[in-house]
């Protein structure tokens, strides 16, 4: 897996093609641990293998921490496997709720079969196909963020959070 410390979000803007697991997560996880304010993740379901591990939720557990403003907002398609599978993203945004939030993709989007995530309104991931690893970053790439995230907020605005989310407090 080719590292990618040593790029940075919101510097030169050099598109990277991805096309595998690894790439997607090393990339992610790259461009979350530079990350101070904000995170947008569509996804159909928080894959385990770029979610789903100890060094990606220190890194949104440190961001929702040390940034206090920070919002990290998940546009989810299927979040009943999560609960079931005890996804750890889904126990971190029930302990950081005031800075993460799930919502499940209103039905008038559910056919919408990309997958992207947006970090600072710079870096982007993008998957053409959800199911697919094969796609595209960038971690100065504003206009294609500004894209996305219209797209984001048009989804996540007509898109409510999940009733199993909920924690029962007894």
């Not at 990339?27 to 990606?56: C, K, N, P, W």
């Not at 950081?96 to 710079?122: G, P, W």
Request: proline fraction near 4%.
């Amino acid at each position: 897996m080719p590292e990618y410390e040593h790029y940075k979000l919101g510097g030169e803007s050099q598109p990277l093609i991805l096309d595998g697991s690894a790439e997607h997560y090393g990339v992610a996880l790259a461009m979350l641990q530079q990350t101070h304010r904000d995170v947008a993740i569509l996804s159909r379901q928080m894959d385990g293998r770029l979610y789903d591990t100890a060094e990606f939720m220190q890194a949104l557990s440190q961001l929702a921490s040390h940034h206090p403003r920070c919002r990290i907002r998940l546009l989810l398609k299927e979040v009943e496997p999560l609960i079931k599978y005890g996804h750890r993203m889904i126990e971190l945004s029930r302990r950081l709720s005031s800075s993460i939030a799930i919502r499940t993709i209103h039905e008038d989007y559910r056919e919408y079969n990309e997958a992207f995530m947006v970090f600072d309104e710079r870096g982007v991931i993008k998957r053409r196909y959800a199911d697919r690893y094969e796609g595209s970053a960038d971690f100065n790439n504003p206009k294609q963020a500004r894209e996305l995230l219209s797209f984001f907020d048009e989804v996540w605005n007509i898109s409510e959070p999940d009733p199993n989310l909920r924690r029962l407090h007894i």
